[in-house]
């Protein structure tokens, strides 16, 4: 059971742009972009900056997500995060990049525990 890297999310209106902004403010370039249709959003990672893009309404209900934390398994993160106070918001289920939840840690703070594969 392993993170292996945290990304900071941050929700922006236009990709394009935010991209061009943290790729000159990192000094890094974008690691991985992909769209997820069904949820009118998009994704870009840069370093360990997640830039979630879309509108408004439809970047509404990730805000509450503050953190995502890439894993090397979600099942065994899930017993762990179970039998050490959290809940799980949502169940694993699969994404564009591999599995995904939702929990709520003890103190509060929204984490996506992901599993690419």
Known sequence: MKILKKLVRIYVN????AIAFYEKLTNHNVDMRF????????LASIDD???ISGKEEDLKPFKQTKVT???DSVYEFKNFLEN??????REPSRV???????VKHP???????????
Do not use: C, Q, R, W
């Not at 769209?35 to 998009?42: F, Y």
């Not at 564009?96 to 939702?102: A, E, R, S, V, Y």
């Not at 103190?107 to 594969?117: P, Q, R």
């Open 14 to 17: 236009e990709l394009d742009s």
């Open 84 to 89: 050490n106070g959290s809940t799980i918001i």
């Open 35 to 42: 769209e997820m249709p069904l949820k009118n959003l998009e």
């Open 49 to 51: 900056l997640l830039l």
């Open 69 to 71: 934390f890439l894993v």
């Open 96 to 102: 564009p990049t591999g599995k995904n939840m939702i």
């Open 107 to 117: 103190d509060g703070l929204v984490a996506e525990y992901v599993e690419h594969i």
